[in-house]
């Protein structure tokens, strides 16, 4: 670690809070080759698109999550490279495996030296979660595949499982330093933020990701975005100095993380509470999808970017949550197969070409929604046709380049090459990667949406314009 280095990310961290630069850098790891970030006293940093905090308790050093298997050798390099002492304990904030697969280094490197392995702390739920990984393992692949644009991506089976796990609240001392370890449910069941009292520390997890909250993932299970608002409450009161996120730069500064918390759970409040509203009042899931809407100014935070997830989904959500799967349409209650419907509404129109023609004709127009449900009828209706399937190709590429959500952007691109590989008689991994984008996706440089100024982001944290804006 170099003094630059610590100072040039901590003033690039500031430079993001105040809307001067995008998070772009950070998460496509321009920061990761540089060793460990001092933050503050006995604190460090590992900044990666899945971040890693460092304490130095003064016997031995304790992390608060291990990311990715990608970055698990950098993470013990940059450890080693800061000081030869045990790592004696390891936190997982969650199970979601880019934050539990940098631990296998210092398991190696514990049984090469006979020494004790680090002991990993957990909620008692991540080894529900590991099992159910395990256990449905082929259909995380897929959607992975899906949301990242990655078609050779095979989900992990083999998982470091926690030695000590909790319920509600658990304390660990190493050291100088205390590490409370709180339950909260989230983005997860099995969350878990960590407070450092002596250091005034707060380890978030994916509580705080620099994004609006990933409370709604289509593809994803249940998340809990009325806890997760009430968490965010509680840490808000802690009076927290310093901020270390599972993703996004740290935040220093009481009065900062104050608002960054507050306005996140003002986001997930208003979500909730106008949700709950329409569904006391009967409305269908068609209606609160397109009734709830955004309080004014929070989606241009820096903080509150849907650059991973977006409100729409998070409503989604709160429907399965709260109501279950049934939308209050009846037509959908016992459905029809959908290409028995496809073939009887391409029938009416006049054929499928019919269908995709009209399509076309809406995505002219800026009917991207309407598009999308014509030309995927179409499809459905004559899954071979290569013309059908170039409209469709169009249609849900020029989908994914409006969206600014992972993932949206993830499974419109998919379906684009799906059906690409259709007209074009080709198959899906090469249309997925015939740009440069689809190339690095490929390869696996997962990151999340768009963070960069074409997103129409950047009103810096304090709600002032930017300079020259």
Known sequence: MTEHNAGGYMAYADRVWSGEETL?????????????VEVGERTLFFPAFANVAVFDTGDGL????????????????????HSPDAVTAVVYTHGHVDHVFGVAPFDREAADTGTARPEVFAHEAVAARFDRYRETAGYNTWINRRQFGVPTLQWPTEYRYPDTTYRQRHTVRRGALTFELVHARGETDDHTYVWIPELRTLCTGDLFIWNAPNAGNPQKVQRYPVEWAQALRAMRELGAEVLLPGHGVPIVGADRIRQALGDTAELLESLCTQTRDLMNAGARLDEVLHGVKVPPGLLEKPYLHPAYDEPEFVVRNLWRLWGGWYDQNPANLKPSPEAALAAELADAAGGARALADRAERLLERGELRLAAHLAETAALAAPADREVARV?????????????????????HWAAAESAAVAGDTDLATELTRSDAGRRRAAGAISVGVVDDDCGCGTPADGSARQGM
């Open 24 to 36: 772009l850098a950070h998460f496509t790891g321009a920061f990761t080759d540089g060793g460990l």
């Open 62 to 81: 304790v992390l608060v999550d291990s990311g990715d298997f990608r970055t698990a050798a950098q993470l013990h390099a940059s450890v080693r490279g």
């Open 392 to 412: 469709r190709a169009e249609v849900y590429t020029r989908r994914a380049e409006r969206e600014t959500s992972t993932m949206a952007r993830g499974i419109f």
